[in-house]
């Protein structure tokens, strides 16, 4: 048996993945609270009602890292990303105390991306050069529009002048900065999807991620859900980025984000192509991969009061702790690495998963024969129309 080769157990016919090598290593730090909470939003987080409380939250997150330590020893962290919620809503003094938190536990690489979500309005744009003195080397800032009609609709708190304002500082301190940007919005035409973008690219951002706004269960959209653009608005929009950014200098390397040469984000990277996270704060998700074939997710406990008041009862953060199967992670793994549209190398499947590449043989042969997918020894790459049509091309490799 080569080294890595998963073992077979005969008498079950079992897989047990085994790995060579583990997958590199990030961390997540979630912040979970907004100022407001906007009616598309399904992510985890609450509305601030009081003092945000700095250094109570950052000893629960080192108390976080020291219980998960056990589990990543010795493994170096390639980037971190603060995220929430709204992490500007802490000050940068406490933004440097976690950072400083984070390096005395953690061994993070000198070089490592370190990036903090920021909202225009929560801030003013004084705190940019602060921020980037705490070791904060990345802005990714939540615009999602510049025009007024549709700020008010998507339920913002800052206005066009505000989020130009703040687009256009945060490059006099930062090499990295990502404008989040949503098309497909109600009411919204293809000329004031072009106006938002063109805004946006004038303000010399190094990256852009351009989601189209879906709505999500659970959410206020959902309750009452808004007129939306028809699918051929969506396709124009879709087809005049493909043709504009690269004129712009954008490359498109996912299926919804664009770069500058070199300014791709290595964290969301990461994650994309099955690497390991851990993640820290209410509601943060980890995946942690180990040397005997196991990968295994948890999750915090999701409310905010709940994960820090066990701290004081001695109870652990986590809400719920499992492997993930052979099969999943087959799953697991081409859903998010078929968001590379150049696709990706061969061998990362088993390096990632820990699996022989023969275990999808049939779903790749049926997604190629579809046309959805373009195989090859050395790349597997999603073709434009498996682009086109992702979530069908993906769920081919759903588990049966």
């Known amino acids: 048996m080569t080294p890595g080769q998963p073992v077979t157990n005969n008498r079950d016919n079992i897989l047990t993945p085994v790995f060579d090598s583990l997958p590199p290593l990030a961390l997540y730090i979630h912040i979970p609270w907004c100022i407001r909470k906007c009616p598309y939003c399904d992510f985890y987080s609450n509305r601030l009602t009081g003092e945000l409380d700095e250094d109570a939250y950052i000893a629960v997150l080192q108390r976080d890292i020291e219980l998960a330590l056990p589990l990543v020893w010795g493994r170096r962290i390639i980037s971190v990303f603060i995220g929430g919620g709204t992490p500007s809503l802490f000050s940068a003094a406490g933004i440097d105390r976690l950072l400083k938190m984070v390096r005395s536990l953690l061994p993070v690489l000198p070089d490592a991306e370190i990036s903090m979500e920021a909202n225009p309005g929560t801030f003013e744009t004084e705190k940019f050069k602060e921020y980037r003195e705490t070791g904060i080397n990345r802005l990714s800032i939540g615009i999602q529009s510049f025009n007024p009609a549709h700020l008010q609709v998507l339920g913002r708190i800052h206005g066009r002048e505000e989020a130009l304002a703040a687009a256009q500082t945060a490059r006099m301190y930062f090499d990295q900065v990502n404008l989040d940007l949503m098309l497909g919005l109600p009411g919204q035409t293809l000329e004031q999807f072009q106006q938002d973008?063109?805004?946006?690219?004038?303000?010399?951002?190094?990256?852009?991620?351009?989601?189209?706004?879906?709505?999500?269960?659970?959410?206020?959209?959902?309750?009452?859900?808004?007129?939306?653009?028809?699918?051929?608005?969506?396709?124009?929009?879709?087809?005049?980025?493909?043709?504009?950014?690269?004129?712009?200098?954008?490359?498109?390397?996912?299926?919804?984000?664009?770069a500058k040469p070199g300014c791709q984000c290595q964290h969301n990277s990461n994650y994309w192509l099955y690497g390991d996270y851990l993640g820290i704060g209410a509601a943060a998700h980890s995946k942690i991969t180990f040397p005997d074939g196991r990968i295994?997710?948890?999750?915090?406990?999701?409310?905010?009061?709940?994960?820090?008041?066990?701290?004081?009862?001695?109870?652990?953060?986590?809400?719920?702790?499992?492997?993930?199967?052979?099969?999943?992670?087959?799953?697991?793994?081409?859903?998010?690495?078929?968001?590379?549209?150049?696709?990706?190398?061969?061998?990362?499947?088993?390096?990632?998963?820990?699996?022989?590449?023969?275990?999808?043989?049939?779903?790749?042969?049926?997604?190629?024969?579809?046309?959805?997918?373009?195989?090859?020894?050395?790349?597997?790459?999603?073709?434009?129309?498996?682009?086109?049509?992702?979530?069908?091309?993906?769920?081919?490799?759903?588990?049966?």
């Open 197 to 258: 973008v063109q805004t946006a690219v004038s303000c010399d951002p190094t990256h852009l991620s351009l989601y189209q706004l879906t709505i999500e269960p659970n959410t206020p959209f959902a309750a009452h859900p808004p007129v939306l653009p028809d699918e051929d608005v969506l396709d124009s929009m879709q087809q005049w980025m493909e043709q504009a950014l690269p004129g712009m200098g954008f490359e498109h390397y996912e299926v919804s984000a664009w």
């Open 296 to 400: 295994l997710r948890r999750m915090c406990v999701r409310n905010p009061g709940a994960y820090m008041l066990g701290d004081e009862a001695g109870k652990t953060p986590f809400e719920e702790t499992f492997e993930v199967s052979v099969e999943d992670r087959q799953f697991e793994f081409m859903m998010n690495a078929l968001r590379f549209i150049n696709g990706f190398p061969t061998h990362l499947f088993e390096e990632r998963t820990g699996l022989p590449l023969a275990c999808i043989s049939e779903p790749l042969q049926l997604a190629e024969d579809k046309g959805l997918l373009a195989v090859s020894p050395t790349t597997i790459c999603p073709t434009p129309l498996g682009m086109r049509f992702l979530n069908d091309l993906q769920e081919i490799f759903l588990p049966d």
